[in-house]
């Protein structure tokens, strides 16, 4: 007779308690530190964004459908009427025509010549450092000065007529003259600090890439075309973004240029020298309806971003 005994079942290792995953990576002074404490860190930034962003935006769309004044008093609410006013104002379409104008010829002036200047001063040559402490030099300048010194250039008894032969052309005192040379002085004193961007996003671009481009017979330009701007591809989405808003709120160069009312009649003004004068006027204004049309400004601006991204999106695919 056989007999068959059964194994003790093996006693289970005893398993060491293992600390929840959270406190498992908090370690040291992190231990002993409150929730909420990262949150103190961020509440200065936080309380700023508030009070400077969140707090303006949302006060001026309220403020828009009312009918306040720009010094103050009891404001009744009006509705829609300051949107429907706006809509049917010849002088705001004018004005937005004039904005739109504007960042449809600088922004891509602005994301192409910067480019092409920082694809220069890249080469290791003589002197190249004080070529590009030269190009950088008008964004050191204030635009006031900046102004002052393209009224000396573009004035009738200026430099630029000084040397054109026949009668002087009037930059100054006709509108359309007027905003092209406001233009010209937005990119002249923005070509430094975009160039400064390019410069730090051509160091990315693999030098592999032009050397295989080169050996297979690439000339300049093709590397250029399809080896550097699909490199620097999202600096330049960058650029045309900060450029178009930069475009789209462009007020102090037109003053510079075409004096408090906007060039002649106000016939250069942009949407911020519209929202200026019906808002912000202490006798005429109307601060309901200078909101409106801020709001109308910032809705072009976020149409302008968003039609920028989908157009990148588009090229990269």
């Known amino acids: 007779m056989t007999s068959s005994t059964l194994a003790a079942p093996r006693a289970a290792a005893p398993q060491r308690d293992k600390p929840p995953p959270q406190a498992s990576r908090r370690t040291g002074a992190a231990l002993h530190?409150?929730?909420?404490?990262?949150?103190?860190?961020c509440a200065p930034a936080i309380a700023a964004a508030l009070v400077f962003g969140v707090f303006p935006f949302v006060n001026t769309v309220l403020l828009?459908?009312?009918n306040a004044k720009p010094l103050g008093g009891p404001a009744a609410?009006?509705?829609?009427?300051?949107?429907a006013r706006l809509l049917a104002s010849a002088d705001f379409w004018s004005a937005t025509w004039h904005s739109v104008l504007y960042a449809v010829v600088v922004v891509p002036l602005m994301v192409m010549l910067p480019l092409l200047l920082a694809v220069l001063v890249e080469k290791k040559i003589p002197f190249i450092g004080f070529f590009r402490s030269a190009?950088?030099?008008?964004?050191?300048?204030?635009?006031?000065?900046?102004?002052?010194?393209?009224?000396?250039?573009?004035?009738?008894?200026g430099l630029i007529n000084t040397l054109l032969p026949g009668e002087p052309v009037s930059f100054l005192s006709d509108a359309t003259l007027v905003l092209f040379g406001a233009m010209a002085m937005t990119v002249w004193k923005g070509l430094g600090w975009y160039m400064v961007l390019y410069l730090a996003a051509l160091g990315n671009v693999p030098k592999e890439l032009h050397e295989a481009a080169s050996v297979d017979g690439a000339s300049a330009f093709h590397r250029f075309l399809h080896v550097t701007v699909p490199g620097v591809r999202p600096t330049m989405l960058l650029v045309g973004t900060l450029t178009a808003i930069g475009s789209l709120r462009v007020f102090t160069e037109v003053y510079a240029l075409g004096g408090s009312?906007?060039?002649?009649?106000?016939?250069a003004r942009t949407l911020p020298f519209y929202i200026r004068d019906v808002g912000l006027d202490p006798m005429t204004g109307n601060a309901g309806y200078g909101a409106a049309a801020s709001v109308a400004l910032f809705a072009l601006t976020v149409g302008f971003t968003?039609?920028?991204?989908?157009i990148s999106r588009g090229e990269g695919t």
């Open 135 to 157: 190009f950088y030099t008008p964004v050191l300048v204030s635009v006031i000065v900046v102004g002052f010194s393209w009224q000396w250039l573009l004035r009738d008894d």
């Open 33 to 41: 530190r409150p929730w909420w404490m990262p949150w103190l860190w």
């Open 77 to 83: 609410f009006v509705g829609v009427d300051n949107y």
């Open 64 to 66: 828009s459908f009312t």
């Open 306 to 310: 968003l039609l920028g991204q989908r």
């Open 261 to 267: 009312t906007g060039g002649p009649g106000g016939a």
